[in-house]
């Protein structure tokens, strides 16, 4: 079966315009990830989805991000008035989820790399 | 707190000699530890768990509960080994994945 799929691949996009990224997880995965990930800075954590539990949305580094997953399937990352500290790439993840989801193995998409002129 | 340390940022070895890794990790119950690795254009996977105590690709990794460390192992370095890694903790079955920072590990011929 298909595995976590991303879009765009890339983005260029100028400073101050809105962007969102799509994350389509693998089917029946109840936990899904986004991440960002940059040089020097690792992989960072931004959200995670549980099933029908509230987000944790701890990771967001600014207001002008967002996420939602929809019918507990895709989601979009938002990320309004963007700035060029902004450019990375962003991965998506998912997991089956068991109890909790924390133990399963992470299945990760290809990526966006958003670069903000 | 949750934190999972990768002191190296870059770790330059020769083809040939022995890797270490390092992770260390802060948590005060019972921790599931994992290694996720990058290689260059693919995507971040699975490395190997704790739990199913195996060797893949020739790595290894024992959890040290009383150094609190998860230091990934491979006696003889292949050129092929030459990737990002992650070291990557679950706590309780609620709680969300952390990952550490990442090594880059340069195999050098």
């Known amino acids: 079966g298909a595995g976590v799929s991303q879009s765009p691949s890339n983005k260029v996009t100028e400073k101050g315009k809105d962007v969102e990224l799509r994350c389509d997880p693998i089917s029946g995965h109840t936990a899904l990830y986004w991440y960002r990930q940059s040089l020097g800075q690792g992989l960072e954590f931004l959200i995670y989805?549980?099933?029908?539990?509230?987000?944790?949305k701890s990771g967001l580094p600014s207001d002008r991000f967002s996420a939602e997953r929809t019918g507990g399937s895709v989601s979009t990352l938002t990320i309004q008035r963007t700035q060029q500290e902004d450019s990375a790439v962003y991965l998506c993840a998912s997991s089956l989820g068991l109890a909790g989801g924390g133990g399963d193995t992470q299945y990760f998409g290809p990526g966006t790399r958003l670069t903000v002129l | 707190a949750q934190r999972v340390t990768q002191p190296e940022k870059l770790l330059s070895v020769f083809k040939g000699a022995p890797v270490e890794l390092k992770c260390n990790y802060s948590y005060s119950g019972s921790p599931e530890l994992f290694w996720y690795v990058q290689y260059s254009r693919q995507r971040l996977q699975l490395l190997l768990r704790?739990?199913s105590r195996e060797s893949i690709k020739g790595f290894t990794a024992d959890l040290n509960k009383g150094e609190t460390s998860f230091h990934l192992k491979k006696p003889f370095a292949q050129e092929e080994d030459s990737a990002m890694y992650y070291c990557?903790?679950?706590?309780?079955?609620?709680?969300?994945?952390?990952f550490g920072k990442g090594t880059r590990l340069h195999i050098l011929p």
């Open positions: 704790h739990i």
């Open positions: 990557a903790l679950s706590g309780s079955r609620d709680d969300k994945i952390i």
């Open positions: 989805f549980q099933g029908n539990s509230a987000p944790d």
